[in-house]
T-cell receptor, first 112, second 111 residues
């Protein structure tokens, strides 16, 4: 069974640009979660999508947004990027309303 | 979600059991305890979860105290590849999906 996949693996952007990160969940999983992990820090919850709807959001500004598609894949958009947005962005998926989350390898975003 | 407290670091000899404690004294009756680990620069890996009874799978065992205020993750025969940061979380139901991963315990398995 294929795990959670994320693309791209690495992304380099300049300040003020926009970025789109993509995630494909495990087959049969309907929930997708996004996390930010800055260097040396813990995981910060960003967004939770389930059945195409945003169910919960962490303490991040509105320029962090996303969506979930009918096939349950998801994308995270970061607008007007700032230097402190440089981090590893992790996507996880789970079956309905469980916290047994399976993580992808992440996208390393660098903002210069 | 209940606040969890873990020691910042622990060492374990290769081949010995690693016992990682977690305190969750504010946990409510229907909140599960979940354990994850993160090997350097990789995505976290789900290990195990439990509510009241002890649980075991191919990776680890989870011992939850009778009052549910604490738990211990046991890696029965630690290997060098088990060196990682281990997170204990109790996400609860009132903050659905908003799992809070703290600082975890950095386990170093030594030869």
């Amino acid at each position: 069974e294929a795990g959670v996949t994320q693309s791209p693996t690495h992304l380099i952007k300049t300040r003020g640009q926009q970025a789109t990160l993509r995630c494909s969940p495990i087959s049969g999983h309907t929930s997708v979660y996004w996390y930010q992990q800055a260097l040396g820090l813990g995981l910060q919850f960003l967004l939770w999508y389930d059945e195409g709807e945003e169910r919960n959001r962490g303490n991040f500004p509105p320029r962090f947004s996303g969506r979930q598609f009918p096939n349950y894949s998801s994308e995270l958009n970061v607008n007007a990027m700032e230097l402190e947005d440089s981090a590893l962005y992790l996507c996880a998926s789970s079956e309905d309303y469980t916290y047994e989350q399976y993580f992808g390898p992440g996208t390393r975003l660098t903002v210069t | 979600d209940a606040k969890t407290t873990q020691p910042p670091s622990m060492d374990c000899a290769e081949g010995r059991a690693a016992n990682l404690p977690c305190n969750h004294s504010t946990i409510s009756g229907n909140e599960y305890v979940y354990w994850y680990r993160q090997i350097h620069s990789q995505g976290p890996q789900y290990i195990i979860h439990g509510l009241k009874n002890n649980e075991t799978n191919e990776m680890a065992s989870l011992i939850i105290t009778e009052d549910r205020k604490s738990s211990t993750l046991i890696l029965p025969h630690a290997t060098l590849r088990d060196t990682a940061v281990y997170y204990c979380i109790a996400p609860g139901n009132t903050n659905a999906g908003k799992s809070t991963f703290g600082d975890g315990t950095t386990l170093t398995v030594k030869p």
